[in-house]
């Protein structure tokens, strides 16, 4: 078994490059990441299954000079996406062992690009919460720090990055769901503007939900949206087209930019860690000294209402999971199918009437427009990426007699990513830092209206004046 630091953690262009040539094989390299896999899974507990055979087939089929961007490097996808013939359990007992029958859009797009699925990364149960304890599979642990969360909802993505398990994973993000792990893990995690990638043929368009990918790099992360973006026909909504490739817009200094520092959380009683705040502060001043104008400004986004009319309108999604599951089951679900805070989420969705939706919706959609008005005359906006320090395991699982105060306790830990899907903006973590208990501390960086071009540019400036790629974990550097 090579070291952590070894073919996994190198850049997925570089990995590419290599099958290509001829200089390895790419029943070498998704060989290498199953036997990673076999070695941490005990460990970590980041995969819901393991694609081996199904993975070493398609690798099997690559030859050297494969001209597509990314023939035969592995990858992992969240167990909440369909990929043909593999499970999919949303992390739920109701979803039993249904495999499914064609691969989701993206999943099409990121096979056609070359990538070799190696199996399906955890969740929390239907993707609810910011840490990864499904009572199905059991604590994810993160890779820095096994007795801390990997984040959530895609946080066996994010650990198993982190752990040199794959070079890249899939994750979504409907309320920080990318950015939440990645600022856990030491990673990058975008959340791209609204409807950028189509989340067919399964789901019509999200108010809150977009897919992407965590990476250990902004040029990488650049490339897998180069792979992931566009209009799919039938979608109902869409974002405007680039005009150009993120991978390459990535590579250009951003000019002068206006830059605003948010501290002041979005959810009314948030506490914020003192780590969480000097990240976002020292990450102001280092754009200020590459010569960005920066100021510190309060967005109109805090609230009391936020956290129930954002619950309101993420229930729906909920209770159409638990929907497809009992559909799935060939039953009407029942209390003890899923866990209680998903429970309780069904349960309160099924008496949302349409009108009171509706309600709910227009008052997102409101405030979504003073927000985005706030922050116009902002190129970028820096904010702490998390409220506290990543999670004890154990400590916000939605399970036990109180599922609506874990519920309350995610949104203390994560107060600043899910009001940015509300407003549809594009935003990024940054693991810009690294804290004196030895775990990732990321900032956030919030975009204009469907202009991820700027966020990726500012993020690889940030990147080369702070260079985070080879920090590695060492919860396991000794696991071989």
Not at 320 to 330: C, H, N, R
């Amino acid at each position: 078994m090579r070291p952590v630091s070894d073919l996994m953690c190198r850049p997925i262009g570089e990995l590419a490059e290599l099958v290509r040539s001829g200089e390895l094989t790419a029943s070498e390299l998704v060989s290498e990441s199953l036997e990673r896999i076999e070695a941490l899974e005990p460990t970590i507990n980041a995969f819901t299954y393991v694609a081996r055979d199904a993975a070493l087939t398609a690798a099997a089929a690559i030859g050297a000079g494969d001209p597509r961007p990314f023939a035969g490097v592995p990858i992992a996808i969240k167990d909440n996406r369909p990929v043909e013939g593999m499970p999919i359990t949303m992390c739920s007992d109701l979803f039993g062992e249904h495999i499914a029958r064609h691969d989701a859009f993206l999943v099409r797009r990121l096979k056609d690009a070359g990538f070799v699925v190696v199996g399906k990364t955890a969740l929390p149960e239907m993707g609810l919460l910011p840490t990864t304890e499904s009572r199905r599979f059991g604590p994810t642990h993160n890779p820095w720090a096994l007795d801390r969360t990997p984040g959530g909802s895609s946080g066996g993505s994010a650990a198993a990055v982190a752990a040199g398990m794959v070079p890249i994973a899939h994750g979504n993000d409907g309320g920080g769901s990318t950015r939440i792990p990645a600022a856990c893990c030491g990673l990058v995690g975008l959340k791209a503007a609204r409807n950028r990638v189509s989340i067919g043929p399964d789901g019509g368009q999200s108010f809150l939900t977009i897919d992407g990918v965590l990476t250990r790099t902004v040029a990488e992360t650049a490339a897998a949206l180069d792979v992931m973006a566009g209009y799919e026909l039938g979608d109902a909504n869409w974002a405007p087209p680039f005009d150009g490739s993120y991978r390459s817009t990535a590579a250009q200094a951003p000019g002068r930019l206006r830059v605003g520092l948010a501290l002041d959380p979005p959810l009314e009683g948030a506490v914020i860690d003192p780590a969480g705040t000097a990240a976002a502060v020292d990450a102001a001043e280092l754009l200020e000294s590459l010569g960005h104008s920066v100021e510190e400004i309060t967005p109109p986004w805090s609230g009391a209402d936020l956290l129930s009319d954002f619950t309101r309108a993420f229930g729906p999604m909920v209770a159409m999971s638990v929907m497809v599951g009992g559909k799935i089951a060939k039953r009407e679900p029942v209390e003890d199918d899923v866990e209680p805070l998903t429970w309780a989420i069904w349960q309160r969705a099924r008496t949302l009437d349409t009108i009171s939706f509706l309600t709910v919706e227009g008052r997102l959609e409101n405030l979504a427009r003073r927000i985005v008005t706030a922050l116009a005359p902002y190129d970028v906006v820096v904010t702490p990426a998390l409220g506290r320090r990543p999670l004890m395991i154990g400590e916000c699982h939605g399970r036990g007699p109180d599922p609506w105060g874990h519920y309350q306790r995610s949104g203390y830990f994560t107060p600043y990513t899910a009001v940015v899907n509300v407003t549809g903006l594009p935003a990024i973590s940054l693991p810009l830092y690294q804290g004196d208990d030895g775990l990732p501390t990321a900032v956030q960086l919030i975009g204009p209206p469907a202009r991820e071009d700027v966020l990726l540019r500012v993020s690889t400036q940030l990147e080369q004046a702070l260079p985070w790629v080879d920090r590695r974990p060492s919860a396991v550097e000794s696991v071989r």
